[in-house]
């Protein structure tokens, strides 16, 4: 492709839908961009004829209206490259081309028009948008959720930049294209840090991959097994592995093929590509441009959908998820009573059902009140409290910080609750809540952008030890006396460089004990 083109990805609130019954049931709906008609076309895979109004779930085409496009914006959307059903966590529906469009609505809430040959796009989980460029040989992150045209961005350089995919797992963006040093084919993981308003890009070299043919095209989630990516490259499509960093080609029903320009996989585990009509044998029906189709191809089990007249460049699985890793990282809270005897509840009750929580935190005071901390990213942090009697009460934001991305919180000894919050390339902050019930400012504890993970916990002295995971370095613990000084550094606690997650916990005689959970892969 090397006309001007747009990229796409619709994003939906997590009560929208994304599809009805498909071709399985559990299934979603699949997703082409038509580029002859400048449209999106939401299809049933159940329904054989995709030429049918009963095919047609869902449309939408960019206009000149209030609350839309400018009339330069709509011209740019001739080539669709790219889009993808996302949810942002706040509850907003949105959708993104190098613009941010709601769904089902189609309006607009960010666009650019952007040079180099746009092939790829993707909606972070605090509403920024990235995109990848051919031409331009570039990865970008703009600040899309701080306004309607928020111009600031970050930049990676990337020869034949194609793909972008947020994984939540790791918290990486996923991009494929050429090391403009060494003109390597490499998949390529980028740390987003920075803040939401002004983020930065860096690469995590020890998770980059060379790739085992060149021209590297698509990455998508693995719609079942979040430790796999779809990959497509000029010649061959594979599924990576991200724990052994291997390329796997011996995909079923004949779905390893050269010129695959999209690929994904249903929940029933169906995989769904696109392939130029012109590198078919024999040639397909689109004409249009040498990169087109009006099929889109499903393996396992195999068979096709023609939309007469279309001109598809790829096709995507209608689901708002990142991958099945998506799913397991958030969900609602529960919790489960022990008595004092040692009986565990025979149930658990949910204390919070908002489905976009991504990590929680709890502490205890002396008045016998329990305190929970919830995380949704892009949005901020909760404190929801159950009063001594085992009444809950409603959810209080204590932080409006949508780039957190981790927290733990203690109770004092003096009735003080102290949350910490960890936000990329930023550090972590100390937030205190007086026996009053008034939240402090946040405190800077830590300069180091690169904490992933967090754990604290109190002394009975009234001191404070709180833990730090730094991937690479290990576990720090930096301490606040009972007097509320902080240490002016952090002293390593534990040296293993592949922790991922750590919690603490002190006992009576004020011994503390640190657990953590490495990556084995």
């Not at 180099?116 to 796009?121: K, S």
């Not at 040296?495 to 916990?505: F, I, P």
Request: with cysteine; aromatic share 8%; proline share 6%.
């Amino acid at each position: 492709m090397r006309k001007l083109s747009m990229v796409a990805v619709m994003l939906a609130g997590l009560a929208v839908p994304a599809g009805g019954a498909a071709a399985t049931p559990g299934d979603y709906w699949v997703a082409g961009g038509d580029q002859t008609g400048r449209r999106l076309l939401a299809f049933d895979p159940a329904v054989t004829d995709w030429n049918s109004s009963a095919a047609v779930k869902w449309s939408w085409e960019p206009s000149v209206t209030p609350g839309r496009f400018s009339g330069d914006e709509v011209s740019a959307f001739g080539l669709i490259a790219d889009f993808k059903l996302r949810t942002r966590p706040s509850g907003a529906q949105s959708v993104v081309v190098a613009a941010v469009v709601s769904y089902p609505e189609g309006l607009r809430q960010w666009a650019r028009i952007l040079p180099g040959n746009l092939h790829a796009a993707e909606l972070l989980p605090d509403g920024n948008i990235a995109v990848a460029a051919s031409t331009g040989g570039y990865v970008r992150v703009y600040a899309s959720s701080q306004g309607p045209n928020a111009a600031t961005y970050a930049e990676f350089r990337l020869t034949d930049a194609h793909a972008a995919l947020w994984d939540p797992a790791i918290r990486r963006l996923w991009v494929i294209g050429q090391d403009p040093a060494s003109g390597q084919h490499i998949l390529a993981a980028l740390a987003v840090e920075g803040t939401t308003a002004r983020p930065t890009l860096r690469e995590d070299i020890q998770r980059r991959a060379v790739l085992p043919t060149g021209g590297g095209h698509d990455v998508y989630g693995h719609a079942t097994d979040p430790g796999k990516l779809w990959l497509t490259t000029g010649s061959a499509a594979y599924l990576y592995d991200k724990a052994t960093r291997t390329f796997d080609g011996d995909l079923p029903g004949g779905a390893n093929r050269a010129a695959v320009k999209s690929i994904g996989n249903q929940p029933s585990g169906q995989i769904v590509q696109t392939r130029p009509d012109s590198s078919k044998t024999p040639p397909g029906a689109c004409t249009d441009s040498t990169w087109c189709t009006d099929t889109v191809d499903f393996f396992a089990p195999a068979m096709t959908r023609r939309r007469t007249g279309a001109a598809f460049y790829k096709a995507r699985v209608w689901s708002p998820y990142y991958g099945v890793a998506d799913q397991s990282l958030r969900g609602t809270v529960w919790g489960r009573t022990r008595s004092p005897s040692g009986s565990w509840a025979s149930d658990a009750t949910e204390i919070d059902a908002n489905g976009g929580i991504s990590d929680v935190a709890v502490a205890a005071l002396p008045d016998g009140s329990l305190h929970v901390q919830t995380l949704v990213p892009g949005a901020g942090v909760w404190d929801r409290t159950r009063r001594a009697g085992g009444r809950w009460a409603g959810s209080v934001k204590i932080d409006e910080n949508g780039a957190v991305h981790a927290l733990s919180a203690a109770g004092l000894p003096d009735g003080t609750l102290q949350v910490q919050t960890a936000v990329p390339g930023a550090g972590v902050w100390n937030r205190s809540r007086s026996t009053a019930g008034a939240w402090a400012s946040s405190v800077k504890i830590d300069a180091n952008g690169s904490v992933t993970a967090l754990s604290s916990a109190a002394l009975p002295d009234g001191g404070l030890e709180v833990q730090t995971v730094v991937p690479g370095s290990g576990v720090w613990n930096r301490s606040r006396s009972a007097a509320g000084a902080w240490a002016g550094a952090a002293v390593k606690a534990d040296g293993d460089a592949d922790v991922l997650h750590v919690s603490a916990a002190v006992l009576g005689d004020g011994t503390l004990h640190l657990l953590t959970l490495p990556d084995i892969s």
